[in-house]
């Protein structure tokens, strides 16, 4: 059914500070959270989507998946018909395939490694990870995001998971574990298909009809000898594939660039992009917290101005 649905895809190659939420919010759902990850949106989903609440789309693409984040908070909302969920990390993408078609099974899985801890041991946590480094399973990648410091994922120069166990938790739970992977299936099945690959390859089957969320990482996390991400994004080849969208006439939301404390991740993209800037206050800062620093993270959330056409009355924002 998923890939006579998905054929298409398969087949296909001013700044403004928010001050209030775009318009009224419902309250909170507790939606389904099974990839534990630094830097997701889960919290910030609602209020990036707010911005296009009143829409609805053919298919949500999200190509630097992650923990998907806004793709769930977006099939909660009924946001599109059709869901794409891409990461250039193939057993992440391998993960979010086996949620989406066989929870049961990964959830079994997660149990049987979590149980195998020993009373906490971190040498468990080490053998598992050099288990995933070599053969990639989903299923330690799994628990290794899950038992990780801060679930903060880091990657050696040569792709390999390195980061340490967190020596105060066990990660989450596996009856919680089996909640989440179950919630996650319940509204993404027969909705949602997984992409492989590059960022580009994911979304050249985007139209007008549809929505491009991306959440690349930002300029300066992917160097070093201990990169928060998978892999880096050139910033010149992301502002010309923003380019190809604006002539597409495809939209999209974008965040990318920010400031924790008094340090700046990348420079706000340039102006002749069809896009508005709107500074989000994300909270304390994870990384920050990790290093012993109490500080605030501001996100730049970029929205294709035909998504802010529409004037609303219960919109309050104010220039920076």
Known sequence: ?????FAEIEAAPGVERESEPARPMKPRVELPHPIPYQGSKRLLAPRILSYVADRRFRRLYEPFSGSAAITIAASHMRLATEYVIGDSLASLAALWQHILSEPAA?????ECLWAAHEEGS????YRIRDAFNQQQDPAHLLYLLARCVKNAP????NGLFNQSPDKRRLGMRPTKMRCELFGAHVLLRDRACVMTGDFEGTIAGATG????YMDPPYEGTSTGTDKRYYESMDRVRLIRALEGLDRRGVPYMLSYDGQSGTKRYGDYLPEHLDVKRIELAAGRSSQATLNGRNETTIESLYVSRSLL??????????AV
């Open 1 to 5: 059914m998923m890939r006579a649905l």
């Open 106 to 110: 990964l959830a079994d899985q997660y």
């Open 122 to 125: 971190i040498e468990h946590y």
């Open 154 to 157: 880091r990657f050696n120069r």
């Open 209 to 212: 009809d549809d929505l491009v």
């Open 309 to 318: 056409d529409r004037p609303r009355a219960t919109e309050t924002r104010r």
